[in-house]
């Protein structure tokens, strides 16, 4: 049976941070969520993340004005070119003014379609499944520590490790994001993420408050934030809940 989605979304600058460097935005209208977290220590995270957000969602609303007119699906192809002009806008500003030079940005990106679920990510930016009580990590993080792990698997990991991006939107002419197509079933929530939520919170922690209160998304969300809040809350907090209805 097709799918259906309902969206919600919150950011915050957390206690430490002088600035938003997280971008997100939510278009239900085309079942588009995407979040963006701008490189700290960079110059210019902010507007990395809101160059990346407003290029791809703009691509997405072009295609959806096309696909009423002509017909067509969305599909991997137009996710890869999505990320592919992000990645241009991000690339050719951090080129064409210094005070954007070096600037880049974490990119997860989900189109969210009847029957199926396409998804672009690059960066540390995440995508859970809830179901049936149980968190899953769909993304893998694209960081020192996710090499380390694969490379000794047995061995504690410094805490830098985490916070070093192997991958990012912006920083080269070309990108290398993974991209992912799942299928939705009735009563699954999409949690979509930047590192300031699962930085702080662990994954029994986020499980936990979505059991509590998933039959209130605004709440639900409210709470994990406040929980970030209330735990430090050392970097910018971004979350999209998706419901599959």
């Known amino acids: 049976m097709p799918c259906s989605y309902e969206m919600i979304a919150a950011t915050d600058i957390g206690q430490i941070r002088e600035l938003?460097?997280?971008s997100l935005r939510i278009m239900p209208q085309i079942n588009l969520a995407v979040v963006a977290d701008g490189m700290g220590g960079h110059k210019a995270g902010d507007i990395a993340s809101r160059l990346a957000v407003g290029s791809l969602c703009d691509y997405f609303?072009?295609?959806a004005l096309i696909r009423d007119a002509i017909g067509g699906e969305v599909?991997?192809?137009i996710m890869s070119d999505a990320?592919?002009?992000a990645n241009s806008e991000v690339y050719a500003n951090a080129h064409q003014y210094s005070n954007c030079e070096g600037m880049g940005t974490t990119l997860i990106a989900g189109s969210f379609q009847p029957d199926e679920v396409f998804v672009?990510?690059?960066g540390d930016s995440r995508l859970y499944r809830f179901a049936q009580g149980s968190l899953e990590q769909l993304t893998v993080d694209h960081t020192l520590a996710t090499e380390l792990s694969a490379e000794?698997?047995?061995t504690e990991l410094p805490a830098y490790a985490h916070h070093v991006l192997r991958k990012a939107l912006g920083i080269e002419s070309s990108c290398n994001p993974d991209f992912m197509t799942i299928t939705p079933e009735k009563g699954q929530i999409f949690v979509m993420c930047?590192?300031?939520?699962t930085g702080v919170l662990s994954d029994q922690d986020i499980a936990t408050a979505l059991t509590l209160r998933a039959h209130q998304p605004e709440v639900c969300i409210d709470s994990m934030i406040r929980a970030c809040n209330e735990q430090g809350a050392p970097d910018n907090i971004s979350i999209v809940l998706i419901f599959v209805r």
């Open 75 to 77: 599909n991997e192809e």
């Open 152 to 154: 000794t698997p047995l």
């Open 83 to 85: 990320f592919a002009l």
């Open 61 to 63: 609303q072009e295609q």
């Open 120 to 122: 672009g990510h690059i």
């Open 194 to 197: 930047s590192d300031g939520l």
């Open 20 to 22: 938003n460097e997280d």
